[in-house]
């Protein structure tokens, strides 16, 4: 058993939910203050710091804002600007299907040198082609090994094409391309870097030639100019914890982008209705299924993950201090997009998923989120120590710089909040722990209460 991580994989589960019940009902329109209730609770749980959501359903399409956008506590607008995370990887599918329809055999080739000036690693004599470094089957890792962040805040900084060709140039594959689902930064991030160079201009350049200008996205960049700087929201790490943007140096295709909800309504727009987009060709291309998916991972477009019901395209993303998540349905004419200014948030996720439910006519519910009291030091230093589930699967609790931290074996270490003395929960993901006290005031077992399920570990150190 695991804790759900934080990322694109939640999303994956939450389409095959998506896909599994989507079905035709008659349903009242949804409204500007239903909308709005559903994503109420982000903000009012304090799990969130500021959020804009964009719907269209049919020829209907609205927006709202809720929470502050900077720390003057400012309520967002239409032209506030966030990080989009891996909902970059959008664009970049649909570059390379923008560059596939001027040359149609490229996807099934492997990148030369005209591309760039060195090879991707083969398998025995197999090599890498587009389509692989798009649909995550390249065999390249998540991150490269000489990618490394010690404590930065800003990780991809100072990461670039000379460290990524490094990389290239001694990595050994580990197995087949094309044969195994593995989510790739680095090969996005590459396949980006290489559909820029073969035009010998950057990445930023090529997004706003072929996709952020024939679509006016005015406000949707790499790099912000000037006036846009001003508009864009405040980053947090978790509620109220102000943190670094990211920057991604010549590398930008798998998280780089920035964009407002005015311009991603134009894209949501252009991929509903293709036949009168400027990216007609382009945007069928990248909708269209390249991979047709298993039982353990989704289908995939270009760029795009395709949910259960083989009609909702959608992706996540997430940086240190934003979260984004964007659903687009053809068939029933909807789209949602949600974008935070705060980082590890699933619950956008789940609000995204919900409202697309919601507009398909199925019966959802707001999510129901608990909101953190104040718990004082000693209180939390009573809870410390190593608790056992299974030999394999042990809570390590501590108390860093005012904050209760739980690390589990093998997992990332992550920050609980207090609802009670003794009763915590995540953020990002649906489950909480409550500690039992012993005659002495410490803990002696810890309960975790996840997916209706409770199971107790006992305290070993």
Not at 7 to 34: F, N, P, Q
Not at 148 to 162: I, L, R
Not at 207 to 229: C, F, V
Not at 359 to 368: E, H, N, R, T, Y
Request: proline residues 4%; contains cysteine.
């Amino acid at each position: 058993m695991r804790l759900a991580n934080i990322g694109v994989m939640v999303v994956v589960a939450i389409a095959s939910v998506l896909g599994s019940v989507y079905r035709t009902l008659h349903a009242a329109e949804l409204s500007v203050e239903e909308a709005r209730r559903f994503a109420l609770p982000l903000i009012e749980s304090e799990r969130i710091d500021g959020l804009s959501v964009g719907i269209i359903d049919g020829p209907r399409h609205f927006t709202f804002h809720l929470g502050a956008a900077n720390d003057g506590q400012t309520e967002a607008d239409d032209n506030t600007i966030y990080e989009i995370g891996s909902i970059s990887k959008v664009f970049t599918g649909l570059l390379l299907a923008d560059a596939v329809t001027k040359d149609p055999g490229m996807l099934e080739r492997t990148p030369n040198s005209r591309d760039c000036e060195v090879r991707l690693p083969l398998w025995q004599d197999q090599s890498i082609t587009w389509l692989d470094l798009a649909t995550h089957q390249s065999g390249l890792p998540r991150l490269a090994d000489n990618f490394t962040t010690g404590q930065s805040k800003d990780p991809y900084a100072t990461y670039d094409s000379t460290k990524a060709i490094e990389f290239l140039r001694r990595h050994q594959l580990r197995r087949q391309p094309g044969t195994q689902h593995e989510y790739s930064n680095f090969a996005f991030s590459w396949l980006g870097y290489l559909l820029a160079n073969r035009e010998r201009v950057s990445y930023e350049q090529l997004l706003k030639h072929r996709i952020t200008g024939p679509l006016e996205m005015t406000d949707t960049a790499i790099t912000l100019a000037p006036n846009q700087s001003p508009r864009l929201a405040t980053p947090h790490s978790s509620y109220g914890k102000e943190t670094s943007y990211w920057d991604f140096a010549d590398l930008p295709g798998a998280g780089g982008i920035r964009s407002s909800i005015s311009d991603m309504m134009k894209f949501m727009h252009a991929q509903l209705d293709p036949l009168n987009s400027s990216l007609r060709e382009t945007s069928e291309l990248a909708w269209k299924q390249h991979n047709p998916g298993s039982e353990n991972h989704l289908a995939m477009g270009l760029g795009w993950y395709i949910a259960r019901d083989g009609n909702t395209r959608f992706h996540n993303g997430q940086t240190g201090g934003f979260h984004s998540a964007m659903f687009v349905n053809r068939k029933r004419s909807i789209a949602v997009v949600v974008l935070a200014n705060t980082g590890p948030a699933d619950e956008v996720d789940v609000l995204a998923e919900r409202l697309t439910q919601r507009l398909a006519g199925i019966k959802v519910q707001p999510q129901k989120l608990s909101k953190a009291t104040k718990v004082d030091r000693k209180a939390m230093a009573n809870l410390v120590g190593r608790y056992e589930l299974s030999p394999t699967f042990i809570f390590d609790v501590n108390v860093i710089n005012d904050s209760l931290m739980v690390g589990i074996t093998n997992q990332t270490t992550q920050e609980v909040f207090p609802i009670t003395e003794v009763r915590w929960f995540y953020k990002g993901v649906d489950a909480e722990l409550t500690f039992e006290l012993g005659e002495n005031g410490l803990a002696e077992s810890l309960v975790l209460h996840q997916n209706g399920i409770q199971q107790t570990a006992k305290r070993i150190d």
